[in-house]
């Protein structure tokens, strides 16, 4: 039939769409370094930063036979294994254990503000089926070719960040369970996730949507064990009272803690749209964010709760405090499973392996981002850039190990505030500029070339970009209007951040402790300046 491709049609357009996926780098290249591509021949990733066009999405689809639903199952398979294990959980034991928050502020901050971070990484999304990139190249049309590196940067540190809480938690844990040191639990997690991470994305959804049954079964395993001390509860809720503490300081706390639960689920917006490359072109949005809002929420939501509980148990139950005390969240988890015997060990150890599904995920992302801060770095294939990435996060870890609750404290909030400014840029972007109906809209010199109507609407669908021009500096924009926003919202997470290094003036104001309200004035700092700086940059460049 006219318009079919044959079997070996589609198999020489995929040999040309992988050569193609290579050039990109080894055009940059030297001789010496040709060789770290031969790996290719093992099974490896080599692809990097390249855009995956609409046509190369098809042949593949050809090829493998991909249904919708499929890809959809395959997705949510690898959310679930991320978001529904004890990297999620480490956090929401922190609100009673280190804000001392009640039973039910500890729940309604902690789940209100997950559920707000959600909505990041699910319109970030979005954005892959339509460009087929990365969600840091998208970047480049907000931040222009130079700013994207220092937001590159940003998000290496971010996912750096996580896989050292993923990692100095697992030495908790599996020094709790066996008495081996925790530093050999901080290798296992590393070298396991290199492995997975580095042969690419195909492993990558295997091996979440194989873990993740007995990661969700765990979960529910480890409820039931914890729920039989529910009666401590109330214990504990009497504790707090006899505290004494002021309306304003409780307010504090809980503002702090919603930071530190918000960022848990919106720090994913840093790379949500690296895992729909390859989805078609049409594929609607909504679907895209709905998929991704219900894999990351759900599972979050379920280890978010029994993490709350068992960590407001463990303030006035002693012998899961002295755990935690001595081992930290891995010495509470193991004391609560010791009732069962064996089988609770192979709970926690299931947990532990769930570190790894998330620590995968950074990693496999990360690796991106280095080819992003200069053409040069583009030449090293991905898979490098990971070996680099765990490298770099296993000596951290191994230095830092002891301390993962003063990590986590401190880490996590400045987490939360790159990325609300990153959403409120892409938002203002995509709704006030991009929409090709926009009165605000001028003419985009990434248009130049084909800026006849026909092409301009078929860029323009959804939003308008050519993202053909995803590698063409001259043709997007300089950044400036988006680096000045940022740099202005800076200024707010200053005033209004509450860590142990800084306290905002604002911050400070709000109890004995202070409250951590950075990451809603660092958007707002952004939001009202970006619509104004971006419309004289449309105005006097054209990009």
Known sequence: MPGTKSEKDI???????????????KSKSSRWISWVYKVDSLGIETRGIERVTPEERELLAQKK?????????NVLGLWIAACGGLTSMSSFFLPTLLFYLNFRDSLVSGLVSMIVGCLVPAYCSTMGAKSGCRQMVTAKFLFGCWGVRIVAIIVIISSLGWSVVNCVLGGEVLAALSGVPLSVGVVIISIISLVVAVFGIKIVLRFQNIIAIPITIASILFYVVVCKK??????????????NQSAATVRGNWLSFFTIGYSVTATWGAGASDYYVLFPENTPSWQVFLITFIGISVPTTFVAVISIICGTIAYSYKPWNDAYLEFGVGGLINEACKPWGNFGKLIVVLLYISLVCNNIMNTYSSAFEFQL??????????????????????VVSLVGREHLFTILGNFLPMLAYWISMYITILLEENFIFRRPKSTLRLHYREFEKDATEETEQSHGEYYLYNWD???????????????VSFAIGIVGA??????VYWQGWIARKIGDYGGDIGFWICMAFTGITYPFLRYLELKYYGK
């Not at 198999?11 to 780098?25: D, K, R, T």
């Not at 021009?469 to 680096?483: S, V």
């Open 373 to 394: 801060i200069d053409p040069k770095l583009a030449s090293i294939p991905r898979w490098c850039w990971a070996i680099l990435c765990t490298i770099i996060y296993l």
């Open 230 to 243: 529910y009666d401590y509860i109330n214990v504990t809720n009497e504790m707090l009272t006899k505290e």
């Open 11 to 25: 198999e020489e357009s995929e040999l040309q769409l992988v050569s193609s996926a290579e050039s990109y780098g």
């Open 65 to 73: 036979k991909h249904s919708k639903i499929r890809q959809f199952l």
């Open 469 to 483: 021009c995803w590698n063409k500096p001259r043709l997007i924009t300089f950044g400036i209007a988006a680096l």
């Open 494 to 499: 200053v005033v209004g951040m509450n860590q």
